[in-house]
């Protein structure tokens, strides 16, 4: 079954639906993220763009579904959804998780054939490097404590314990899948990676970001932002900027759609 290109589902929300766009951008949170934290991304590239932000399980409207706790189920799941869609040049954009999920996400789709133009990998070192990070263990102030470290949270979340506290499952859940995660060191893709990065972001540094090299055989691009783990937030216009050059790439012809 093929969806309407203005639908939104579960897992795959449109904040600026509209028929005839010639490309699609897929979106994916990070650890803790929901859907509507790329809304202003949507907005940047939604009148030119299929912008299809995803939401995972167990967080807002969906938080009474379970969790996912690994990436291959997380990325299995979302493989799943992308079929409905309808072909068109594509290309993935993730941030920290949302990377790996990407990442695995094109690797499935390029099994059957199909797959993105582009993976835009941001703030996350190459799926063949490995730390031995245990934030998922620790107790509820622990994981706090890491949130604060990152200042990655929506803005005014660290404030409010409660919101904090029922959204500490799906925080923890997201934790547990990418600090399990190990990456098979000669996975390729077919597509491109642009690779963005944080100059002081604690989780990846100047070689972890360009490791994302070995695991393409197309193009590959890399650009250093000023700020840490976060600085989307801050560099949004020069972020977005990056992500149009791939998508003007994708409309260009010859290029291969995700089925």
């Known amino acids: 079954m093929t969806i309407a290109d203005d639908a939104t589902t579960p897992w795959?929300?449109?904040?600026?639906?509209?028929?005839?766009?010639?490309?699609?951008?897929?979106c994916?949170?990070?650890?803790?993220?929901?859907?509507?934290?790329?809304?202003?991304?949507?907005a940047a590239h939604g009148a030119g763009a299929d912008v299809i932000c995803l939401q995972y399980p167990g967080r807002q409207d969906r938080r009474r579904e379970p969790?996912?706790?690994?990436?291959?189920?997380l990325a299995d799941a979302i493989v799943a959804e992308l079929r409905?869609?309808?072909?068109?040049?594509?290309?993935?954009?993730?941030?920290?998780?949302?990377?790996?999920?990407?990442?695995?996400?094109?690797?499935?789709?390029?099994?059957?054939?199909?797959?993105?133009?582009?993976?835009?990998?941001s703030g996350r070192r190459a799926p063949s490097t490995a730390r031995a990070e245990t934030v998922h263990d620790r107790d509820d102030d622990g994981v706090i404590a890491e949130l604060k470290r990152l200042n990655g949270t929506v803005p005014g979340l660290l404030g409010d314990d409660e919101i904090l506290r029922m959204a500490l499952p799906a925080i923890r859940a997201d934790y547990e899948a990418i600090e399990t995660y190990r990456g098979l060191p000669g996975a390729r893709?077919?597509?491109?990676?642009?690779?963005?990065?944080?100059?002081?972001?604690?989780?990846?540094?100047a070689d972890e970001a360009a490791a994302w090299e070995r695991h393409t055989e197309g193009p590959f691009r890399l650009t250093g932002f000023p700020g840490g783990h976060f600085f989307i937030a801050a560099q949004q216009h020069a972020v977005n900027a990056e992500i149009a050059a791939d998508l003007a790439a994708a409309r260009r012809p010859g290029v291969e759609a995700v089925r």
């Open 12 to 26: 795959m929300r449109r904040y600026h639906p509209g028929p005839g766009r010639a490309v699609r951008l897929v």
């Open 28 to 42: 994916f949170p990070h650890a803790g993220g929901s859907a509507s934290f790329y809304h202003p991304v949507s």
């Open 84 to 121: 409905t869609l309808g072909e068109k040049p594509t290309v993935f954009f993730g941030h920290s998780m949302g990377a790996i999920l990407a990442f695995e996400t094109a690797l499935r789709l390029e099994r059957d054939g199909g797959g993105p133009r582009t993976v835009i990998a």
């Open 67 to 73: 969790c996912h706790t690994s990436v291959a189920a």
């Open 189 to 205: 893709l077919r597509a491109g990676i642009t690779v963005l990065t944080g100059y002081a972001d604690p989780l990846t540094t």
